[in-house]
């Protein structure tokens, strides 16, 4: 018989999908967004429309122990009670002889559920193991962002609808964000136009009026000379600027130095342009910029996402429905209780933090003390998403490094492993989801059974736990119970609220959302001189030269490289299903004719890529989609996809990104060269 579940897309995607799921008891027949969510409106993406693909296709049926050379990929089949008994009496062995600080979890967005994601936390707090700084994906734009605005919140996304002007910036929404594109899309039958900021031509910019190709790290210049123009013009709200942001004479007398033609040699980006995009903002009635986090892949990245959120400040569009700027939602959902997930009771603040987006640096350092000697991997898979593979990977092989994988697939991470362990999807398991793109707290059903013996990040723990001899409360129960504790701990409805009416919306008042009181920073207004701490940063809004074009290797690596985000993948997910084979593997590099030209490089051409920290071969696509001096590569692949062995952040540098951490992946110098022409390689991929 045929069954409609109402469950909730896990994946790290700022579009946290409400999921209308049929099933005929065991078998996933459809997937697609549920009508009634006010931003997924019936909206998917392909690669979760095919989810059958990855639930069905090739997984990690059995718990797997190691059964030759680390890396070889052998390993045979084990029950879970002997996997398990092995993992805790080596941990149990490993703390014992180093310390419990030698053991790290590393956990990510695999599963974005406030369950699953975090379950490893609260046995790592108890048993006292080093601790993990979380900075891979958004800590260089949550820093951009508090400089400004002070917390992460904003106009609802599904507003953009109603503004007359929509700027998506850094931000390549028709592939990493596709719900946002409906919303964009009714925007534009009602007149308003549709402007992409990207230094690629995107499938965004491909579909949008206008595409300003500036160059990568430049978008700081670039808001400066439209903020420039909007002050110049009189286009700036004085009004707004006085009663609610710091703005003064030093930063008005600041920005009068920061022309368009200055702003033009910075960006690439025509002096015209630049001016006529600045009339355009300054005139429109409801201006929304969405802002991506591709633009703080950069070594300023901080910077020129404050720069960028200045300008609903200069023009007053901040007050106004359908107007203002967005990054992300997460500081709505700050308030859920989640301590019996995560254990935080037992957290203890001397325990060290490693840089997850480090890891590389970590595994290899021979002085760091106590030395890491075992690694638990959850929703992640470091092997393909960290920066400096060649590091990580060599840190994996270590013969003295004891690793644990959960996961659904055989990852580069788990081929890595001692141990592998099943876990369950997203359709298997029960969770409670936050979003970081919407307002809506969303319940995710289980609505198949676990295939294999695959079992969920929060049962494991607890069985872990358990081997542990550790009893208390915390580590008993089932997803489903801990879902409804936390959800009566922090008074929202209970699951069968949920069940049927699918999701709460958690935002504040419009009031809130649009800043029309106050701004969350410790004087109420929008900040244009951010406090950085750290101070080498630039105390108003400009462009900060610290791209890796000022290295010392500029001459060596003379083009500017890329690895944005592929649209058939989820960073290193779906890169075994059956589409993405077909579409996304082989790894391409995108060239402009001109450096290609020079090199002696046409389409298809295999071609070496080389950086101070690998050198990858891939296939050579010949397209002004970039602007001679940058190439890219889609990212991510699987590791064997390249005849290294390794995949595409081999090349990246794990550099921490001022202020806080985070990974520069669309910042990187290469040198390109021809490996051999068109086919005179056996087929090679
Ligand atoms: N070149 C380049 N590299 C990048 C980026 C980029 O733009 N360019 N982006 C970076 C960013 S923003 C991010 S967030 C990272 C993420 O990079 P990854 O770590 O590759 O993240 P995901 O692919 O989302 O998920 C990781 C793994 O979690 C597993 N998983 C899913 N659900 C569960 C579960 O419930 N339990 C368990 N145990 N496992 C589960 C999946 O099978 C998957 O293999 O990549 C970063 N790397
Ligand atoms: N299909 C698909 N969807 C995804 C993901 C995926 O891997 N694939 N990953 C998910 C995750 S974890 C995240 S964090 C989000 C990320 O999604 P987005 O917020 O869209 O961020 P990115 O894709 O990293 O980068 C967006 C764009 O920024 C551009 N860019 C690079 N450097 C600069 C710059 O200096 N300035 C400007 N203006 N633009 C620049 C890139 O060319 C890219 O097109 O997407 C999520 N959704
Ligand atoms: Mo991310």
Redo the contacts with the bound molecule.
């Keep these: 018989m045929t069954t409609t579940h109402r469950t909730t897309c ?3 995607c700022p579009g946290s999908c409400a999921l209308l799921v049929e099933t005929d008891g065991d078998r996933l027949l459809s997937l697609r967004g549920d009508p009634a969510h006010p931003l997924t409106r019936g909206v998917i993406c392909g690669k979760v429309r095919r989810y059958a693909e990855l639930v069905e296709g090739p997984r990690v049926r059995t718990p797997l122990l190691r059964d030759g050379a680390k890396g070889s990929g052998r390993f045979r089949a084990a029950s879970w009670d002997e996997a398990l008994t092995l993992v805790a009496d080596q941990l149990r062995e490993i703390a014992r002889r180093h310390g419990a600080t030698s053991i790290l979890p590393y956990y ?4 974005l ?1 406030l369950i ?1 994601q975090k379950a490893i936390e609260r046995l790592a707090h108890r048993a006292g193991w080093s601790r993990l700084e979380r900075t ?2 958004f800590a260089i734009a949550d820093a951009g962002w508090n400089a400004g605005v002070g917390r992460m919140l904003g106009p609802r996304p599904e507003e953009i609808a109603d503004s007359d002007l929509v700027l998506l910036w850094g931000i390549n929404a028709v592939s990493t964000h596709i719900t946002l594109m409906s919303h964009v899309k009714q925007a534009r039958a009602k007149g308003a136009q549709l402007v992409v900021i990207d230094p690629y031509r995107t499938r965004t910019a491909r579909i949008a009026d206008q595409h300003l190709m500036l160059r990568p790290g430049s978008d700081a210049a670039l808001a400066c000379g439209l903020m420039h123009v909007l002050l110049d013009e009189g286009l700036a709200d004085r009004s707004y600027l006085a009663t609610h942001t710091d703005f003064d004479a030093e930063v008005e007398a600041h920005l009068r130095t920061r022309t368009p033609a200055w702003a033009s040699a910075i960006t690439g980006v025509p002096v015209d342009a630049i001016v006529q995009l600045a009339r355009q903002y300054g005139h429109a009635q409801r201006p929304f910029i969405r802002i991506g ?1 591709g633009m703080t ?1 950069q070594r300023n990245g901080a910077v020129n996402l404050h720069a960028v959120s200045c300008l609903p400040a200069v023009a007053g569009a901040w007050p106004k429905l359908g107007a203002g700027a967005l990054l992300g939602t997460d500081a709505a959902f700050a308030g859920l209780v989640d301590e019996t997930v995560r254990g935080t009771r037992w957290r203890d603040e001397t325990i060290r933090r490693l840089d997850m987006s480090q890891l590389g640096r970590w595994l290899c350092d021979e002085t760091l003390a106590p030395p890491l000697a075992a690694l638990l991997v ?5 092997a ?3 920066p400096d593979l060649g590091r990580v990977h060599q840190g994996l092989r270590r013969d003295d490094l004891f690793t644990v994988v ?4 055989l ?1 580069d991470t788990a081929r890595l492993a001692d141990v592998v362990l099943p ?4 359709l298997e ?1 029960d969770d409670l989801y936050r979003s970081y793109g919407h307002y809506s707290l969303q319940l995710g059903r289980a609505v198949l059974a676990p295939r294999g013996e695959a079992r ?2 929060h049962d494991l723990v607890n069985d872990l736990a358990r081997r542990f001899g550790y009893d208390d409360e915390i580590f008993r129960g089932s997803s489903i119970e801990r879902v409804a504790q936390v959800l009566a701990a922090s008074g929202q409805p209970d699951q069968d609220w949920f069940d049927k009416n699918g999701f709460v919306d958690v935002a504040p008042d419009a009031d809130t959302l649009h800043f029309r009181r106050r701004f969350p920073t410790s004087d109420g207004r929008f900040h244009f001189k951010p406090a950085w701490p750290d101070p080498a940063m630039p105390t108003l809004p400009d462009h900060w030269p610290v791209r890796s074009d000022d290295d010392t290797q500029a001459a060596a690596y003379p083009l500017h490289f890329m ?3 592929g649209h058939d993948v ?4 779906f890169t075994r299903t059956a589409t993405a084979r077909r579409r996304h593997a082989p790894p391409r590099l995108v060239l402009h004719p001109a450096d290609a030209a020079q090199r002696g490089i046409v389409e298809g051409d295999l071609v070496r890529v080389a950086s101070a920290h690998a050198q990858l071969t891939l296939r050579a696509r010949v397209s002004d989609d970039v602007r001679p001096g940058l190439c890219l590569c889609e ?2 692949h699987l590791g064997e996809d390249f005849p290294e062995g390794v995949s ?2 081999a090349l ?1 540098d794990d550099v921490r990104v001022a202020p806080n951490g985070g990974p520069a ?1 669309h910042d990187c110098r290469v040198q390109v060269t021809r490996a051999a022409r068109q086919n005179t390689l056996p087929t090679m991929m």
Aim: net charge negative.
């Design positions: 896990a994946h790290d990510y967005g695999g599963t559920g699953q891979l994906c986090v892949r959850f929703n992640a898979n470091p393909v998403s960290c959960h996961e659904q697939v990852t876990a369950t999807t997203f398991h969920c990040n690895a944005p985000p989820l960073n290193s997910t990212a991510n595409i952040n990246v992946f």
